[in-house]
């Protein structure tokens, strides 16, 4: 049985989808086109079932010359990424939804979720408060010349997730919204004329600038987001904090020693008006 992707996560594929065609007819012409709106066709009914379909795209592929085959599989290619991108961005939309419903019950797999559950199936708030306080998260960050996607290609991505969760806001008006597209259409050429290959082997600078990226478009971010969240549901089941001398041994211990292999640095120093102040070097 076929399951029914939700309608807004629909429109941004299709709206993404849209756009990476007209990129494909404005650089690669309109019978690099045709050729993968082709492959797509008959791929999604040979998926149904249609065995002369399945022969017939088998056909195709086996006698496309490489030179046209490469442009089809990195429309493909780039088709997928793009659809990942809005279904990770729909997650994100459906989650804050979940969470504006103040009557709603804690979401299934949160920390509030799974401490309440814990307790409820006979686990002491105590020994719940201590298990946490014990956890260390070790950062692992692999430096292989096979890595799958290039780190321009990563902060391509990322600017049009970001244009995505733009478009969600309700009072855009119609100038913005038209903006708004021409740069979801620019960032998207711009990713189709991004090489996923790296013309070079990748230099030992080039593999600590990797691990970085993820520092600089996540990790700041999303640790400390995700401390607030497991320290506020600590306190709701158990009635007690994280300490803050505690806190390094939750990632910022392991987080440290990855940017120390990095060639960079971070503290964690006490702010005098309460909370904690993170101080970070990252090498040129």
């Known amino acids: 049985m076929r399951h029914e992707l939700p309608k807004a996560l629909r429109d941004d594929v299709r709206r993404l989808g849209e756009l990476l ?20 066709a008959l ?73 309440g559950r814990l307790i409820a199936s006979g686990v002491l708030p105590d020994r719940l408060y201590d298990a946490v306080a014990r956890l260390r998260v070790e950062l692992v960050f692999t430096a292989h010349p096979t890595e799958v996607t290039r780190r321009t290609l990563m902060q391509k991505f990322g600017r049009i997730a970001d244009l995505l969760a ?16 021409e740069s979801l259409r620019i ?26 990226a993820v520092f600089e478009q996540s990790l700041w971010d999303a640790v400390p987001r995700f401390l607030r969240t497991l320290n506020a549901a600590l306190v709701k089941h158990t009635g007690r904090g994280l300490p803050p001398d505690h806190s390094p041994g939750l990632g910022l211990t392991s987080t440290g020693e990855a940017l120390a292999r990095l060639g960079g640095s971070v503290r964690v120093v006490p702010d005098p008006d309460g909370g904690t102040i993170w101080r970070a070097r990252l090498p040129c």
Not at 166 to 181: F, N, S, V
Not at 189 to 209: C, G, L, M, N, Q
């Open 187 to 212: 960032e998207i050429a711009a990713a189709w004329e991004t090489s996923e290959v790296r013309p070079r082997r990748p230099s030992p600078v080039d593999e600590a600038r990797s691990g970085l």
């Open 43 to 115: 791929s999604k009914k040979a998926r149904g079932g249609s065995d002369a379909d399945f022969a017939t795209l088998t056909r195709i592929l086996e006698q496309m010359p490489v030179d046209e085959a490469l442009p089809v599989a990195r429309a493909f290619s780039y088709f997928l990424n793009l659809a990942n991108i809005a279904e990770q961005h729909h997650r994100i939309r459906r989650r804050r939804a979940y969470q504006r419903d103040a009557d709603a019950p804690p979401q299934i797999g949160s920390c509030d979720e799974t401490f």
């Open 21 to 40: 065609g007209e990129t494909l007819r404005r650089q690669e012409g309109q019978a690099t086109y045709e050729m993968v709106e082709r492959v797509r």
């Open 166 to 181: 733009l478009g969600d806001h309700a009072d855009l008006t119609p100038p913005e919204r038209d903006e708004l597209a």
